[in-house]
Nanobody
Framework: QVQLVESGGGLVQPGGSLRLSCAASGSIFSIYSVAWYRQAPGNSGRGLVARISRGGLTNYADSVKGRFTISRDNAKNTVYLQMNSLKPEDTAVYYC????????WGQGTQVTVSS
């Protein structure tokens, strides 16, 4: 069974940057589109933040366009999310998965944007 491990979260001030990483235990990222999702405090579901196709085409939620960049390294079975100009409303637990989500969810990584 494929396992997903997210890392790179933390506490950052508004306007700061973080780079999230997600490693898969298998080569599933080289087969499917991959995405980052997030679950904000008080929300019951996960929302799509960004996704990247096998060919490298990207798509972003309107709220993060121009600030976040998704990338992938198929050889390393890893996907990244570079987050710049962070805002308090970006505070959430961030998860990666295929797009659509086909794998069991990992534990996520907490991102807190606060002064």
């Amino acid at each position: 069974q494929v396992q997903l491990v997210e890392s790179g979260g933390g506490l950052v001030q508004p306007g700061g940057s973080l780079r999230l990483s997600c490693a898969a235990s298998g080569s599933i990222f080289s087969i499917y589109s991959v995405a980052w999702y997030r679950q904000a405090p008080g929300n019951s579901g996960r929302g799509l933040v960004a996704r990247i196709s096998r060919g490298g085409l990207t798509n972003y939620a309107d709220s993060v366009k121009g600030r976040f960049t998704i990338s992938r390294d198929n050889a390393k079975n890893t996907v990244y999310l570079q987050m710049n100009s962070l805002k308090p409303e970006d505070t959430a637990v961030y998860y990666c998965n295929t797009y659509p989500s086909l794998v069991s969810w990992g534990q996520g990584t907490q991102v807190t944007v606060s002064s």
